[in-house]
């Protein structure tokens, strides 16, 4: 709530002048000229001290339009400081519409004194004395500066202040005044109320809303409430917030609803196993993910896949936001790759992230990244350290940008993430690998990492969106000991479609894809794809630089058992040809809850 008192009023009766005037004159070319179609209306404006007035519109449809010229340069006079501009007469001669006005004196600030107002309050605005001493009366600027100071106002726990200007004076065309204002009660949050179907804990609300009982009001905390939570995910706002003042003190009803988050899917596959014996082989997929978990805005990961005998992956994740009851968030992972018995990749890392913004996130990491072999390559060099076992200790950092309209289906929007990081990398020794390779290696090294993810969302037409994706990483060793179990996994639905899931080995990659969706309701779209890659691998000399590409067609639509995915596509690159019968089909069902 903003209140300002101005006492200009010599503005007001100019402004009454002018609008009979115009009033008059707008009423009577209503009836003499406005049925001119095919006329063309010129205007001409001339003042008493400057002559012919150039910087407007001087062509027009019919003469109300004209009128209404007149008027707006009126309007802009006075904010050039002319606040006695007025029309002095307004006539028709033949097609040209003819005004003259007159001007007078511009006014200037004489002085302006800040009066009463803190000077610590007064310092969060752009106000100081001198711009107002001696200086032609800007309205703009000064209801910038009534803006920023009862916006400060108002988000420091008094949402009633008022501003006034005091012994205000007119000498000539000078003016002079002094600022007071009035804060109004101190208003402090009591509580936030949850009307709906939402099961979010009220304690945890707060604290994503960064609303404390006893600490001073905030408008923009109450304006800013649909976008945190919207962010999350998990529950919409229904309604706009209400904000209740009673005795010094502001209760916000949160009028919210819980979304349809949680996914669960998978499939168990049982056959006989190959390598003997009389036990089944299991295969299959698991997935799950929960999202706030008992009202408290904690999440739980799982995603366990294995789709051959000797190789899966399994990757846990927990998160816990408002560590404490901070604004600080935990997220806790554990990655395993378990690849064709080879090697056996494990990861267990802690982020700790804190918003910079509704928007915006940036986040420390730190992690320990084991890797063992268990044998070697088929045909390899045993000449050349392909793979080894290691200790890696990471640090880093990451920043993340996001501003979707919709977590799930998106028309418009960016998510922009990159990340950094370092470690020390310790060898060990395998039996496996001959003791000599070590010897022409550094058993310590540093290893770095950085990695870049842009997408765009961006509607075309009312149904059909565009939707551009790039991601790209690169990792490199100061004493140039990478090996395999060290590199990045890219191929598969998430990342290059066309070919198999973690089909290549990269050091450093990148992939463009572009993608048209056709919405058919709004949950449900067809869509068409192109992927792009680049895939390099220093570790292996004989494995030459390669440019992948993916491209195929695919559909997502909801049903009462949750969202089928089906997308068919095929793939070229130098191992492997464009052919149908290499062609990949991916599907699934996902069931949210």
Same mark, same amino acid.
């Given at each position: ?38 006329? &063309? ?34 309007? %802009? ?15 028709? !001669?033949? =097609? ?36 107002? &001493? ?19 106002? +108002? =988000? ?25 204002? =009035? ?20 304690? !945890? ?7 404390? %009982? ?19 995910? *998990?529950? #919409?706002?229904? #309604? ?8 010094? %003190? ?26 003997? /014996? ?24 799982? +995603? ?43 990861? &267990? ?9 509704? #928007?915006?996130?940036?986040? *420390? ?8 072999? $268990? ?20 640090? /880093? ?10 977590? $799930? ?26 003791? +000599? ?10 290893? !770095? ?11 075309? &037409? ?36 066309? $070919? ?9 990659? /990148?992939?463009?894809?572009?993608? !048209? ?26 494995? %030459? ?18 969202? *089928? ?8 690159? #130098? =191992? ?18």
């Amino acid at each position: 709530m903003k209140i300002v008192i101005l006492q200009f009023t010599f503005v007001s009766i100019n402004v009454l002048k002018n609008f009979l005037i115009l009033f008059v004159l707008l009423f009577t070319s209503l009836f003499s000229y406005g049925q001119r179609d095919s006329t &063309r209306i010129f205007l001409s404006v001339f003042s008493e001290n400057n002559g012919l007035i150039t910087d407007h519109k001087t062509s027009f449809g019919d003469s109300v339009s004209a009128v209404y010229e007149v008027k707006e340069i009126i309007q %802009k006079l006075h904010k050039q400081a002319y606040l006695q501009a007025s029309v002095d007469s307004l006539a028709m !001669y033949g =097609d040209t519409l003819k005004s003259f006005i007159s001007l007078r004196d511009q006014f200037k600030w004489a002085a302006l004194k800040k009066g009463n107002i803190n000077p610590l309050i007064l310092s969060k605005t752009e106000f100081q004395e001198k711009y107002y &001493r001696d200086k032609l009366f800007n309205i703009e600027q000064f209801l910038a500066f009534e803006d920023d100071l009862l916006t400060y106002l +108002e =988000d420091h726990g008094y949402p009633f202040a008022s501003l006034r200007i005091d012994s205000f004076m007119i000498e000539k065309n000078s003016l002079y005044g002094v600022l007071n204002y =009035d804060k109004g009660p101190m208003i402090v949050f009591d509580s936030v109320i949850i009307v709906g179907s939402s099961k979010v804990k009220n304690r !945890y609300l707060m604290r994503e809303l960064h609303i404390e %009982k006893g600490q001073p009001f905030s408008q923009k905390k109450v304006l800013e409430a649909d976008k945190i939570l919207s962010a999350l995910g *998990f529950v #919409r706002i229904s #309604r706009p917030p209400v904000v209740e003042f009673r005795s010094g %003190k502001a209760t916000v009803t949160i009028f919210l609803e819980d979304k349809k988050i949680n996914q669960a899917d998978g499939i168990i596959g049982f056959l006989p196993n190959e390598g003997g /014996g009389k036990k089944l082989l299991i295969t299959g997929e698991l997935n799950l993910n929960l999202k706030n978990v008992f009202g408290t805005g904690k999440g739980v990961l799982l +995603e366990w896949k294995k789709l051959k005998a000797s190789s899966q992956t399994l990757n846990i994740g927990y998160y816990h936001p408002k560590l404490l009851g901070s604004n600080l968030d935990l997220r806790m992972n554990f990655n395993l790759l378990n690849q064709d018995s080879l090697f056996l990749t494990v990861y &267990r890392g802690i982020n700790v992230s804190s918003a910079l913004s509704v #928007r915006s996130r940036v986040s *420390f990491f730190t992690g320990l990244k084991t890797s063992r072999q $268990f044998s070697s390559p088929v045909g390899a060099d045993t000449t050349v350290l392909l793979m080894s076992d290691y200790n890696y200790y990471n640090y /880093g950092l990451s920043y993340n940008w996001n501003n979707l309209d919709d977590i $799930f289906y998106p028309h418009k929007g960016w998510i922009f993430d990159v990340q950094f990081s370092l470690g020390n990398k310790v060898l060990r020794e395998n039996s496996l690998v001959k003791p +000599e390779l070590y010897d022409q290696l550094d058993k310590k090294s540093i290893q !770095y990492s950085c990695n870049i993810l842009i997408n765009r969302f961006f509607p075309i &037409r009312a149904k059909s969106v565009i939707f551009t994706r790039f991601e790209a990483g690169k990792i490199f060793n100061d004493k140039n000991t990478l090996f395999i179990n060290d590199l990045y996994r890219v191929g598969g639905l998430k990342s290059l479609r066309g $070919f198999n899931e973690l089909n290549y080995y990269a050091s450093t990659f /990148g992939i463009a894809s572009v993608e !048209y969706r056709y919405f058919t309701d709004p949950t449900s779209y067809l869509l068409v794809f192109y992927d792009q890659g680049y895939v390099s691998n220093v570790v292996n000399p004989s494995i %030459k630089d390669d440019f992948p590409f993916g491209f195929g067609v695919g559909v997502s639509f909801t049903t009462s058992a949750g969202v *089928f995915n089906f997308v068919y596509s095929l793939g070229q690159s #130098r =191992d492997q040809k464009l052919s149908l019968n290499l062609s990949k089909v991916h599907f699934g069902i996902i069931s949210r809850f």
